[in-house]
């Protein structure tokens, strides 16, 4: 069984060298979405209003749709990419920030994953869950 695991996790980790590099976007959550909005301009104003951070330049903004099945009761999360890391690390460095904020108390900034590590960790979950039983 840990051999089987331990092969899998191989073949993921290989499979993750060829995929898309991630190491200057960022994941963000609850940011409100509203009918023809101007995501980089959202995006502007919780960099510059939120997080304090008015010089912080990101090269791509896209929202993805969310998986509630169309009841519109969720936000799709948005995927920042930064021109560079040095902006990364400021909006990461400041994101604690982000609860004194009324308007964006409940918006969290992350790291990207690729699809195979969210899978991964959504796999991990679902084992822990199922042993704690």
Request: hydrophobic content about 40%; charged content about 30%; aromatic content about 6%.
């Amino acid at each position: 069984m840990i051999e089987t695991v331990s092969v899998r996790m191989d073949s993921l980790a290989e499979a993750c060298k060829t995929e898309e590099n991630i190491d200057l976007k960022v994941v963000i959550r609850n940011l409100p979405e509203s009918q023809g909005e101007n995501i980089e301009n959202k995006v502007s104003a919780l960099f510059r209003e939120g997080l304090k951070l008015p010089n912080v330049h990101f090269s791509s903004v896209t929202r993805k749709q969310s998986a509630d099945n169309g009841n519109g009761n969720k936000n799709g999360v948005v995927i920042v990419k930064f021109q560079t890391a040095e902006d990364k690390k400021m909006v990461m460095t400041n994101k604690k920030d982000l609860f004194k904020s009324r308007q964006y108390a409940n918006v969290f900034i992350n790291h990207d994953q690729l699809k195979n590590e969210r899978l991964m960790a959504n796999n991990f979950r679902t084992l822990l869950a199922a042993l704690k039983r």
